[in-house]
């Protein structure tokens, strides 16, 4: 697999911080989750029940084993792992890493080719660096909930965690900067990034438009705010997505439609005027909308060019033949679940062979095997379990 010679000791809890590692552990870097001991920390870990389905999702592709951190002799095991590994990620608060002493000054000073990564909810300086980090916040904080939901109705959340999902996307793209640029200089970097950094970026143009403009952009609901029309619209069973924003898409959606008046009506003339005149082109589209079923609209809209799309239930999603073709249910086999199906990886590479996933593994089910492949003796091990550093 493309990443099978790299190392990664992953630190990581909850979503931010898995969702990077995951982008090595399904490529098939050699993935070491570092947990604490169950003598040592008896909960079963911020995350979700481990045989839940967002823990098997999110930890798939790696092996386990637990180490003591706040033990000196489990710091210093730790430290024999950093020796020759060549990623850490780790999503503590800012101060946590330092106190345990294996924050990046500490693991260059043993391994300088070591590319340490570092997710937090607010960044590694600032006023707020010491809060601790959650999605929600971060979709408040990160101008999300004002420009999501339907106007008047006050902030409204995404349905996934954008913000965590987007701050460990970053920070595995940090990851993966830092490892091409190690083969050139043969030093590792420290990379970080944040759930608040990465929502604000993920704001793309709409973000733009304060900064550029100096427009506060409102909530739209299901209509897009700049490209009209763009939205969904109610049909004789359902609903439906359309996207006929610029000339030539209006003009091919009129002709599906038939209604050659709303294509010469002033208001609708212009990108500007079908942008002002929003609400009525909305409701002039869904009087013929209303008049057939979604699958006609679908097949009669994209047969034209105009993109056209249905509006899925969870359950209908994956059974839509293009989402069943696409293969994105990847099974593992779980000693104790069976057939566990996880999301795969979305990147394709051609050439690459499907890597088996492998499921989540329990606490600590690789630790003897992963001492013994660093180095460690059998004494070793036997004397750091009897004290409880593993």
């Known amino acids: 697999m493309p990443l099978a010679r790299f190392t990664v000791l992953d630190l990581t809890r909850v979503r931010a911080g898995p969702t990077a590692v995951r982008q090595l552990a399904d490529w098939g870097a050699n993935v070491i989750k570092i947990e604490a001991p169950e003598a040592v920390d008896k ?32 710091r210093a095991a730790f430290m024999r792992l950093v020796e020759q590994a060549d990623v850490v990620v780790e999503n503590y608060r800012p101060d946590v890493k330092s106190r345990l002493g294996i924050d990046y000054p500490a693991c260059r000073a043993v391994n300088p080719r070591i590319v340490y990564a570092s997710v937090s909810g607010f960044g590694q300086e600032g ?58 200089t043969g030093e590792g970097r420290w990379v970080h990034s944040s759930l608040l950094e990465a929502q604000i970026a993920m704001l793309d143009f709409q973000a733009a438009r304060w900064t550029v403009a100096g427009e506060v952009p409102p909530q739209a609901g ?27 898409m209006w003009q091919r959606l009129c002709a599906v439609l038939g209604d050659a008046d709303m294509r010469d009506d002033p208001r609708f003339a212009t990108g ?49 033949p293009q989402v069943e073709h696409l293969a994105m249910k990847r099974p593992t086999c779980h000693p104790s679940l069976g057939e566990v199906n996880v999301v795969r990886n979305a990147v394709n590479i051609e050439g690459v062979p499907p890597m088996p996933y492998r499921p989540t593994a329990e606490r600590g089910e690789h630790t003897d095997q992963i001492l013994d492949e660093f180095g460690f003796s059998a004494d070793e091990i036997a004397d750091m379990r009897t004290r409880n550093v593993i």
């Open 43 to 74: 909960a079963s870990g911020m995350g979700g029940a481990r045989h839940g389905p967002d823990f098997q999702n999110l930890h798939r592709n790696k092996r386990s084993m637990t180490l003591n951190l706040k033990d000196p002799d489990g």
């Open 222 to 248: 299901n209509n897009h705010p700049t490209s009209i029309p763009t939205g969904v619209f109610e049909t004789a069973d359902g609903y439906i997505n359309i996207a006929s924003s610029g000339a030539v």
């Open 127 to 184: 006023p707020y660096r010491m809060r601790p980090g959650f999605d929600q916040i971060a979709q408040g904080m990160g101008g999300l909930m004002w420009i999501t939901g339907l106007p008047g109705q006050g902030p409204v959340r995404v349905g996934v965690p954008i913000a965590d999902l987007a701050g460990g996307l970053y920070a595995s793209i940090g990851i993966f900067i830092a490892l091409l640029e190690r083969e050139e």
């Open 272 to 320: 500007k005027a079908r942008s002002d005149n929003r609400e009525d082109l909305n409701e002039r589209i869904e009087a013929h909308t209303r008049k057939r079923a979604s699958a006609d609209w679908i097949d009669a809209l994209n047969d034209a060019g105009v993109p056209c799309g249905p509006i899925y239930r969870m359950n209908e999603m994956w059974a839509d």
